[in-house]
């Protein structure tokens, strides 16, 4: 299992400093991938604050390429309201210069005034994914697109320099048709934070629907993490009734016993709690599960950014790779 984290890119949290110097300080933990969220109209969830502050991924990823050497980069993930063509130019770009090592997570996202805003059809976001990979893959593997679909058109475009290594592509959403798209139309399924038992049951249902290519599928997943020397700090971070709407695939999740998410342990999987030995026992499950990465997301406690970020590349990384001798 491969470890990232979420870069606190957006909200009061977002700095210069939090940008490219805790992801140096991220590579030396230990930590392998650094993942940066899309939004252009952003609307904070109630966990997150009230600061509408949002800096591009590009724009943060090309920040951190300069200040880090071996990480791979992440989009966790794109929504597609860029023009197609020109979404491929960054991400090709963005490969050119951090010598391959990324990974294009893409989905639909959950505002609909982010296509509105971007001068796109709301009604067509389905053929607008569609497109937008199509696009994307043409240009990555042939430097070339000649495209005619039902909302977009690209008429024989060389796009130079194409990516330094292949672009694995990954679908992001939790819900069983974001399954099917990812087997679809992608390399990867990224559920993003999803409650273990749902998780469980979406990974069966990828397997039953995708036969062998599920097998290959890269799996990302991206827990909520609260972390301290003490659990009950730690638990203190967590506001259950917060974080439950927060997902647009809620939903559909599968309910724990009593039908109503009450406890964090009702939250198994969808945050990660604890001491670091608790996080770190935690983990292990979704690697039993076959998970392929698992990326820290601190936004809970993003004003302690760099303490969460020391206690896991200090403590719990070593306890798991321990436990599974990596």
Not at 85 to 105: D, E, M, P, T, Y
Not at 156 to 184: C, F, Q, S, W
Not at 220 to 238: D, F, Y
Request: hydrophobic letters at 40%; proline letters at 5%; glycine letters at 8%.
């Amino acid at each position: 299992m491969r470890f990232g984290v979420l870069i606190p890119h957006f909200g009061s949290a977002a700095s210069r400093t939090n940008v490219v110097r805790l992801s140096s300080r991220a590579e030396d933990l230990g930590f392998k991938s650094l993942w940066a969220r899309d939004h252009l109209i952003w609307s904070p969830h109630g966990m997150e604050g009230s600061d509408k502050t949002f800096l591009d991924p590009f724009i943060t990823l090309s920040a951190v390429s300069a200040a880090t050497h071996e990480m791979t980069l992440g989009t966790g993930v794109i929504i597609p309201i860029r023009w197609p063509l020109k979404l491929a130019q960054n991400f090709s770009s963005l490969s050119f210069l951090n010598n391959g090592r990324i990974v294009a997570g893409i989905g639909l996202g959950y505002n609909p005034r982010e296509f509105t805003g971007a001068g796109l059809d709301v009604e067509k976001r389905e053929e607008i994914l569609r497109e937008t990979i199509e696009i994307c893959r043409q240009a990555w593997e042939n430097g070339s697109v000649d495209f005619a679909g039902e909302v977009f058109e690209v008429q024989d475009v060389e796009l130079k320099p194409r990516p330094v290594e292949e672009i694995p592509i990954v679908y992001g959403g939790n819900t069983p048709r974001a399954v099917r798209r990812a087997v679809d139309l992608t390399d990867g399924w990224y559920p993003g934070r999803i409650p273990l038992a749902t998780l469980r049951h979406r990974l069966d249902y990828m397997r039953e629907y995708g036969g062998e290519k599920a097998e290959r599928m890269y799996t990302i997943i991206q827990p909520l993490t609260a972390v301290a020397e003490n659990r009950n700090l730690a638990e203190s971070l967590v506001d259950i009734d917060a974080i439950v709407p927060s997902s647009a695939g809620a939903k559909f999740w599968d309910k724990p016993d009593s039908g109503e998410y009450r406890t964090i342990q009702d939250l198994e999987g969808l945050v990660v709690c604890g001491t670091p030995e608790d996080v770190a026992e935690q983990i292990l499950v979704f690697d039993q599960l076959g998970i392929d990465e698992f990326i820290f997301d601190f936004r809970l406690q993003f004003e302690e950014y760099e303490e969460a970020l020391e206690l896991v590349g200090d403590t719990v990384l070593p306890l798991v790779n321990a436990a599974t001798g990596a």
